[in-house]
């Protein structure tokens, strides 16, 4: 999501601003050194020191600690990201988690080809030039100006929310190849399953009822909102996972949700309730 970024950038700002206030004992700092000073440090800061982007994500933050909490003996390492963009929040996952192997699915291109070269520092990152679903099929995308907010749903013209409605306008389509996430038979415990895939959330599970037995944690996006036309509500989400031996395990408000005065999207985490017990 681009205001996510936008928000992890805000807070890497303000603290260089804080540095630089401390060794170069001036107050003011300009645009133009900020944003030499992100060119040269960021990368440096997010492999050294994973937790320098904990604020700025603190659904991840909160998974791994129930995950370390609830299941210390944990074995596996594996993640999979639903919806990976171009490969930032994978990259934070695998720093943030340690895990051993990340499998990231992405179906538009070019954020695609953007995780592919993240390949290259991060290689415990396996990308799927892909879209998950119920069912194999081939379907269209709508491309939106935010990027992350492509969705196979359409945009509803009657939003009167000026953020989203320019975010999901749509630019382009794509045809994406979908897959079932059944269809790539994991055999081991999965550690955390995350979705951001605006609104597709409930196909996806449905081709990975098998997956899901095998899965600790589920961390996904819901909506409050009919910013998507005929896109399930949180309620239809919970009802799912319920339904498929999960419990409700905390609720991640979105950044964005402080200034609006208005929850329209959250992070939900769901946990194995028969891996629990065992």
């Not at 994500?57 to 999979?80: T, W, Y």
């Not at 059944?182 to 599970?205: H, M």
């Not at 009802?239 to 950044?255: A, E, K, V």
Request: hydrophobic content about 40%; overall charge neutral; proline content about 4%.
């Amino acid at each position: 999501m681009s205001y996510q970024i936008a928000h992890n950038l805000k807070l890497m700002k303000s603290y260089l601003r804080k540095l630089f206030a401390t060794f170069l004992r001036f107050e003011k700092v300009s645009n133009f050194a900020i944003e030499a000073a992100l060119r040269d440090k960021i990368a440096h800061r997010i492999q050294s020191e994973p937790d320098f982007f904990q604020l700025a994500s603190p659904h991840l933050l909160r998974a791994k600690q129930v995950l370390e909490s609830l299941f210390p003996n944990r074995q596996s390492g594996v993640i999979v990201d639903v919806g990976a963009g171009d490969g930032t929040v994978s990259t934070e996952i695998v720093n943030l988690f340690k895990c051993n192997i990340l499998y990231a699915f992405e179906p538009q291109r070019i954020q695609f080809e953007q995780i592919v070269k993240k390949t290259s520092v991060t290689p415990s990152i396996v990308p799927f030039h892909c879209a998950l679903g119920s069912s194999p099929s081939t379907l269209e995308l709508n491309i939106t100006r935010n990027a992350g907010s492509s969705s196979f749903y359409v945009k509803n013209e009657a939003n009167s929310n000026k953020y989203y409605s320019d975010s999901l306008t749509k630019e382009r389509t794509e045809q994406v190849e979908v897959k079932t996430l059944d269809s790539f038979g994991f055999v081991t415990e999965i550690d955390l399953i995350k979705l951001d895939v605006q609104g597709y959330e409930i196909e996806v599970l449905k081709g990975a009822l098998n997956t899901l037995k095998r899965t600790k944690l589920v961390l996904l996006e819901m909506q409050n909102h009919d910013f998507y036309l005929e896109s399930p509500k949180y309620f239809d989400l919970d009802t799912f996972m319920r339904l498929s031996g999960f419990t409700f395990g905390f609720h991640i408000p979105m950044p964005r949700s402080f200034k609006i005065n208005r929850e329209y999207e959250w992070d939900a985490l769901y946990i194995n309730d028969d891996l629990r017990r065992n």
